[in-house]
């Protein structure tokens, strides 16, 4: 696959100490990259970095093909305001404002794209209803669907299943698998777990210092998701007695 991004021996951090220190990894075509810990680790900053919009203290973001033209992001849901006064299908079309013109308006090819996407991400049916009068969940599509728009090769997507209920988890996760397959790469922030062990092939732990790196089944393992403070000994258990039944039910 190709690389995308290299990341090289980086230290991230806002004072003397970093939150974590000597991280190195390859961002490819087709990664789904989970990014995991606990609230103050580091992960936002991560993220911040990779966007650009964060020095690292050491360390470097090498784009061995150049730095991608558009890297797709969604923050998270709790920093978006839904009283921006525009339509759903206003906030999808503006995932892809650098090729349209804002002064002649959307033509038909882009009309029907920006329709395609919020089909996509399950809200055409929305299109015409203005933000405020959205659940959370259906708000999360609409943003779903302005990343589709973006059409980039590295996603970014944080915390994108808070305040979502399981069916419209399910309906993302399907985007993101098909982004996958399209081969982009995404880079998830999350806290459930559930979702990281049944879709991302490679995880990024962080906590206490540290910045764990690998595949899921080695870096998410037992023993270091409590000694880098991301669980207590019996949630660990639990979390992987409980993964263990489920998979043993669809055996």
């Not at 062990?197 to 540290?210: I, P, V």
């Amino acid at each position: 696959m190709s690389v995308i991004a290299h990341i090289e021996s980086l230290s991230l951090g806002y004072s003397e100490e970093p939150l974590f220190s000597g991280l190195s990894l390859d961002i490819y075509e087709g990664m789904m990259l989970a990014v995991v810990g606990a609230n103050g680790t580091g992960k936002s900053t991560f993220v911040k970095t990779v966007l650009g919009l964060h020095d690292p203290k050491i360390g470097t973001i090498h784009w061995p093909k150049g730095r991608p033209d558009e890297i797709g992001y969604l923050a998270q849901l709790s920093e978006f305001d839904r009283r921006f006064p525009i339509r759903v299908r206003d906030l999808a079309a503006m995932g892809a404002w650098k090729g349209f013109n804002p002064f002649s308006g959307l033509n038909a090819a882009a009309r029907k794209k920006v329709d395609q996407a919020l089909d996509q991400a399950g809200v055409l049916d929305l299109a015409e209803r203005p933000l405020h009068t959205l659940s959370g969940g259906q708000l999360q599509r609409t943003l779903f669907a302005r990343v589709i728009m973006q059409d980039a090769p590295l996603i970014i997507l944080d915390e994108p299943f808070a305040a979502v209920d399981q069916n419209t988890e399910q309906h993302l996760l399907k985007i993101i698998d098909g982004w996958k397959k399209e081969k982009r790469a995404v880079l998830l922030v999350v806290h459930d777990l559930s979702a990281v062990l049944d879709h991302c092939s490679h995880a990024l732990l962080l906590g206490n210092g540290a910045a764990s790196f690998g595949t899921v089944s080695d870096v998410l393992s037992h023993d270091r998701l409590v000694a880098q403070g991301y669980m207590s000994a019996s949630q660990a258990s639990w979390i992987f007695r409980k993964t263990t039944e489920q998979q043993a039910a669809h055996v």
